[in-house]
């Protein structure tokens, strides 16, 4: 099988504190990562590619200064949301592929819910 | 927006029944997959099929995929409590585009 960890499950922070998100593949490399966002009921919006080595590809409305995404390594990328505020509350999910999406399925962290106060 | 979109948004059923959920999509597809999410946790890959198929089995599911509809089913049969959770499809856009784009998603609960 194929893991993803992410971590923390829940975070709670205060509103102007930043807050860092990692998604770990235990058992592949993971050249590319992506990162969404979900609101409650709703489905999951494709927020970044992260690629390792590289900067990584925002989606059209998404700040990149406001969500520094960083792909060390070929097994951990992480996600910072920086000065948070409680619009940005939200459930936060990762996921990975192991030799991309044109042929394979994604693979997904259990994800985040962050409570911004 | 490229996001598809899913029907019904909410599907309830007995224990027993079938499920039936569609998908329907914008632009031109490498594959589509279907996830499921349960309540507050990750997603689960179901099942993949890719844009040169027209139908796939695995256990209880069975998809089909309509490509000059640029439309999906997910049928999920003698549905079981167990199968209670969020359905979604994803569409891998065409071309080399290395992503997924999600629907709507269609909320199931199976009545035990």
């Known amino acids: 099988g194929a893991v993803v960890s992410q971590h923390p499950s829940r975070v709670i922070c205060k509103s102007g504190t930043s807050v860092k998100i990692e998604c770990r593949s235990l058992?592949?490399?993971?050249?590319?990562m992506f990162w969404y966002r979900q609101f409650p009921k709703q489905s999951l919006m494709l927020m970044a590619t992260s690629n390792e080595g590289s900067k990584a590809t925002y989606e059209q409305g998404v700040e990149k200064d406001k969500f520094l995404i960083n792909h060390a390594s070929l097994t951990l990328s992480t996600l910072t949301v920086t000065s948070a505020h409680p619009e940005d509350s939200s459930f936060y999910i990762c996921s990975a592929s192991k030799s991309g999406l044109l042929n394979t399925e994604a693979f997904f962290g259990q994800g985040t819910r962050l409570t911004v106060v | 927006s490229q996001q598809g979109e899913e029907d019904p948004q909410a599907l309830s059923i007995q224990e027993g029944e079938n499920a039936t959920m569609n998908c329907s999509y914008k632009t031109s597809i490498n594959n589509l997959q279907w996830y499921r999410q349960n309540s507050g946790r990750g997603l689960v890959h179901l099942i993949l099929?890719?844009?040169?198929?027209r139908e796939k089995h695995s256990g209880r599911l069975r998809v089909t995929l309509d490509t000059s509809k640029k439309s999906s089913s997910l049928l999920i049969t003698a549905s079981r409590a167990a199968d209670t959770a969020s359905y979604f499809c994803a569409t891998a856009p065409g071309g080399a585009t290395n992503k997924l784009i999600f629907g709507t998603g269609t909320l199931l609960a199976v009545q035990p």
């Open positions: 099929i890719r844009s040169n198929e």
């Open positions: 058992d592949f490399q993971a050249t590319t």
